[in-house]
Antibody, heavy 125, light 107 residues
Framework: EVQLVESGGGLVQPGGSLRLSCAASGFTFSSSWMSWVRQAPGKGLEWVAYINQDGSVTSYVDSVKGRFTISRDNTKNSLYLQMNSVRAEDTAVYYC??????????????????WGQGTLLTVSS | DIQMTQSPSSLSASVGDKVTITCRASHSVSTFLNWYQQKPGKAPKVLIYGASSLESEVPSRFSGSGSGTDFTLTISSLQPDDYATYYCQQSYNSPLTFGRGTKVEIK
């Protein structure tokens, strides 16, 4: 059974730092692209970042560039999101998601086929 | 960035109704368009990937169509378990972007 279990959320003051973790099991983690997706209270989904299988490729939404860092440890089947200089607008449930690949016409892209239960980050003084 | 526009933002329908949700991309995403269902307090679940491919174990009453900029998610016969919010998402390029969601409510 595939499981993604996030941890590390909590209450942080504006400007503070926090690291989210995601423990993966039930699939070959080291062969999978992974992402973080967030959802502010009562709002829609927002992709935050992704990382490729060996960590050599990362990408971020503009609003977190330079503040958040996605990383992984394939020996521990774990995904991380280091969040620095957090702002009130970063308040959200953060989901860890596997980006499962599919291909069409020789080009491959992904969909988020497995999700964790989410961990809540609240940024407030 | 590619903007994803869903319509309607909400709808009311009865069990057994056919429901159609549309998603329009600001630029062509080819067929790299995915659909998700989310229930309150739960993580999203992928229904359709590649515009029209049904994810494993998703009921066949769900179907997707479209290419380029215009896409449709159809529920052929709405069931009680289908009351939820539905999101489209493009995976054509970064930043990956979602539509703002369509909430399907009980009529």
């Amino acid at each position: 059974e595939v499981q993604l279990v996030e941890s590390g959320g909590g209450l942080v003051q504006p400007g503070g730092s926090l690291r989210l973790s995601c423990a993966a099991s039930g699939f070959t983690f080291s062969s999978s692209w992974m992402s973080w997706v967030r959802q502010a209270p009562g709002k829609g989904l927002e992709w935050v970042a992704y990382i490729n299988q060996d960590g050599s490729v990362t990408s971020y939404v503009d609003s977190v560039k330079g503040r958040f860092t996605i990383s992984r440890d394939n020996t521990k089947n774990s995904l991380y999101l280091q969040m620095n200089s957090v702002r009130a607008e970063d308040t959200a449930v953060y989901y860890c998601a596997r980006a499962g690949a599919y291909c069409s016409g020789g080009t491959c892209r992904t969909r988020f086929d497995y999700w964790g239960q989410g961990t809540l980050l609240t940024v407030s003084s | 960035d590619i903007q994803m526009t869903q319509s309607p933002s909400s709808l009311s329908a009865s069990v057994g109704d056919k429901v159609t949700i549309t998603c329009r991309a600001s630029h062509s995403v080819s067929t790299f368009l995915n659909w998700y269902q989310q229930k309150p307090g739960k993580a999203p679940k992928v229904l359709i990937y590649g515009a029209s491919s049904l994810e494993s174990e998703v009921p066949s009453r769900f179907s997707g169509s479209g290419s380029g900029t215009d896409f449709t998610l159809t529920i052929s016969s709405l069931q009680p378990d289908d009351y939820a919010t539905y999101y489209c998402q493009q995976s054509y390029n970064s930043p990956l972007t979602f539509g703002r969601g369509t909430k399907v409510e009980i009529k």
